[in-house]
């Protein structure tokens, strides 16, 4: 166990829907990173936040936001949903924003959409 | 750019069987990060082993066994013996400059009894 939950586990919605992913890093950690694993595109970067302000954006599309709360859980959001947007989402938390930090992923949401 | 690239796209061994996975990663900089990480069949992402780019010590942790050569740009990954447990996908990544974790494609690794 890493120590990152994300809720749900699994969400199954319409194309044109929005959902709301949510994630809670490790305890001491201020730093909260998505991912998108799908089985074209690989493992994704999509953004990051620290302590409570974006860092760095990746693959991310327009459509999808992001916002890291005060008590530094981060949600993700996904609207008008599209059916290449079904995928393993994965929340990754770490102390900081330094390249030595090592990641540590939450279990992941799986997405799909129909 | 950055880039990591594990060629081997499936691998299938006998239990007890060594082996070894592949990465090789691209780079411009000169201080940099690499990671293991176990995606087992069900699903979550687990930290393997970080290495930096200053240190070409070969690592040993059980089983497992890293092997970083700065001149091949190479970080390999071998199991000894392995177990039906060490089923899963393997992803090699490099953070370098950035924020994010550059990651390989990955090598789905199958031990069959």
């Known amino acids: 166990d890493s120590g990152v939950t994300q809720t749900p586990k699994h969400l199954i919605t319409a194309t044109g829907q929005r959902v709301t992913l949510r994630c809670s890093p490790r305890?001491?950690?201020?730093?909260v990173y998505w991912y998108q694993q799908s089985l074209d595109q690989g493992l994704q970067f999509l953004i990051q936040y620290y302590n409570g302000e974006e860092r760095a954006k990746g693959n991310i599309l327009e459509r999808f936001s992001a916002q890291q709360f005060p008590d530094l859980h981060s949600e993700l959001n996904l609207s008008s949903l599209e059916l290449g947007d079904s995928a393993l989402y994965f929340c990754a938390s770490s102390l900081g924003t330094s390249i030595r930090e090592t990641q540590y992923f939450g279990p992941g949401t799986r997405l799909l959409v129909l | 750019a950055q880039k990591v690239t594990q060629a081997q796209t499936e691998i299938s061994v006998v239990e007890k069987e060594d082996v070894t996975l592949d990465c090789v990663y691209e780079t411009r900089d000169t201080t940099y990060y690499l990671f293991w990480y176990k995606q087992p069949p069900s699903g979550e992402l687990v930290f393997l082993i970080r290495r930096n780019s200053f240190d070409e010590q070969n690592e040993i942790s059980g089983r497992y066994s890293w092997n970083f050569q700065k001149s091949t740009s190479s970080f390999n990954f071998t199991i000894t013996a392995s177990q039906v447990v060490d089923s899963a996908v393997y992803f090699c990544?490099?953070?370098?400059?950035?924020?994010?974790?550059?990651f390989g494609k990955g090598t789905s690794l199958l031990v069959t009894p």
């Open positions: 305890s001491g950690d201020l730093s």
């Open positions: 990544a490099l953070r370098n400059s950035g924020y994010a974790l550059n």
